[in-house]
């Protein structure tokens, strides 16, 4: 586990995902693909959740407290049980990026953490706490690969008829 890494890569999300929103209007933000799809909104809504109810909260329980259960979530229900896309844009991600903050402060915190050391896990499988530290890390590429997507939709439309394929293959 190359622990300062891993955590430089959850660093660079608090300059990247403002980047990736930089000039998201209100209305842009709330946009959706599809029926089911998440707007960007509702993307970052989750992230702020994952923050603070998920990974953070399940590796200090993995690292110290392996017999203690962890707490139910439910991202996906969340969209619509928090209204997500009722949200402001730019107050959940300064939102997000107080308790990235704070998920780092407490990260570097850590004294000699056992990253090796399978855990339980809710589903009766067990998961090394550095499973979970990678995974956290990983979850932030996929939502900012996840907006950038977005973004190339909403372009893509704005265009319409022509086709920005001379940029190149998406």
Not at 27 to 32: D, H, V, Y
Not at 54 to 77: K, N
Request: aromatic share 10%.
């Amino acid at each position: 586990m190359q622990f300062e890494s891993v955590l430089q890569e959850l660093e660079n999300g608090i300059s990247i995902f403002p980047a990736l929103l930089s000039g998201v209007t209100p209305e842009q933000a709330r946009i959706k693909p599809d029926l089911t799809g998440w707007s960007i909104l509702e993307t970052i809504c989750h992230l702020l959740d994952e923050e603070r109810e998920d990974f953070r909260v399940r590796l200090d329980i993995l690292l110290h407290r392996a017999d203690e259960d962890w707490p139910p979530i439910d991202p996906a229900a969340w969209v619509t049980l928090r209204d997500y896309n009722a949200h402001d844009l730019y107050s959940v991600l300064d939102a997000w990026v107080a308790e990235r903050r704070t998920s780092l402060n407490w990260l570097r915190s850590l004294q000699a953490p056992d990253w090796d050391t399978p855990m339980p896990t809710p589903w009766e499988d067990l998961m090394p706490a550095g499973m979970m530290l990678a995974a956290w890390a990983a979850h932030d590429g996929l939502h900012q690969r996840q907006i950038i997507e977005l973004r190339r939709q909403r372009l893509v439309k704005l265009v319409e008829p022509f086709d920005p394929i001379y940029a190149g293959s998406w």
